[in-house]
């Protein structure tokens, strides 16, 4: 078996279905998958589906291959477990310590980061009993997730959909680079973040526009929301990126349509984080009709300045309230990024600032990101090289010291 190995637990909801999705993720970036379905989630995804996928042997029970033993050696030797869909039913059996299965005697001798992403009905997921379990296994340090809001079985709409396969594995990734769980050390506050490239309008077609794909201010908002925060995201435009699960999303176009959401949803906000890329500049003037190439040279372009979003919420934030910007660098003839990153921090004023090296394929349009994190108390973190979401985790560590 080569790469993290990964034990994948599927429980009896109709959300199995896309567990194959997941471990095709998994599998694809590297992982050993071995799937441990319950009995009941093999009449919702058969053991063929799961073994042709992993190439991994399936089964439910532990008489199987008792020389063995795996229901001990699968826990023991597992980097990661992630349990998804995790039942009401499951997480019961899990919480009160059963072994009755493959899958629940795994999780008695894993001792790596372990991930639940539940999936039920809204009334199950808040039932009292549902929510003392997914306590305790918090408290033993199993990561739960959040589930998502929107369709579930038949009619119904509302909390308790699986969050999508992706979220998942970007999640799963972030524990294995953590090597330990996430902390809910964001429990009671709230925290508003911009995401994604503000677009300036030219005529009814052509806009200016940036290369943020707004990934990563995606995975602020992920992250956040896994660690208990209450989470806003005001998402500019973005790559094709699924709404994060317990996330409240604003959506905005230009520069100034960000600016108004953010000075509306950051008033009560505990942490402020600006992870969109701003466009500096816009047309003094839309042209009403298509601007039309009829072989002359092009009209000048008259630009006016965008508004200073991160200054104005420095200069309006309320006291303990913690203020993040990003800044896109690169080095010049009068300093290098972080050169660069140090004095926008000064001028800027917030709190803390992410500088991030771009060009060469960094940071823009790409899954990982690196940079420094720098404190107005004169304090200086290298963020090396690591998916987004951990990035995300390095600041949410920073500023829950801050929050604390």
Known sequence: MSGPRVLLGVAGGI?????????RRLTESGHSVRVLPTP??????????????SGQPVHTGVFTDVP???????????????VAPAT?????????????????ASLLTARCPVLFAPAMHTEMWEHPATRANVALLRSRGVVVLEPASGRLTGADTGPGRLPDPAEIAELARLLLERGQALPRDLVGHRVVVSAGGTREAL????????????????????????????????????????????????????????????????????AIVMAAAVADFRPTALAEHKIKKDGSEPPALPLALNPDILVELVAARRPGQVVVGFAAETGDASGDPLHHGRAK???????????NAVGDG??????????????????????????????ASRVWDAVATRLG
């Open 40 to 53: 009941s989630a093999l009449e919702f995804v058969g053991a063929a589906t799961f073994e042709a996928l």
């Open 345 to 355: 921090l000064a001028r800027k004023g917030c709190d803390l600032l992410v500088v």
């Open 88 to 104: 009401a039913d499951l997480m019961a059996r899990a919480a009160s310590g059963r072994a009755d299965d493959l899958l629940t």
């Open 203 to 270: 005529d009814p077609v052509r806009y200016l526009g940036n290369r943020s794909s707004g990934r990563q201010g995606y995975a602020l908002a992920r992250v956040a929301a896994q660690r208990g925060a209450r989470v806003t995201l005001v998402a500019a435009h973005t790559a094709d990126l699924g709404d994060p699960a317990a996330v409240d999303v604003v959506r905005v176009g230009s520069a100034r349509e960000l600016r108004d959401a953010m000075h509306a949803t950051t008033a009560d906000a505990d």
């Open 15 to 23: 959300a199995a279905y896309k567990s194959a999705e997941l471990l």
């Open 362 to 391: 960094r940071a823009f349009e790409v899954p990982d990101n690196a940079g420094w994190l720098l404190g107005a108390d004169g304090t200086e973190e290298e963020l090396k090289p690591g998916s987004k979401a951990l990035l």
């Open 68 to 82: 063995s033993v795996p229901h001990v050696r699968l826990g023991q030797e597992a980097d990661l477990v992630v």
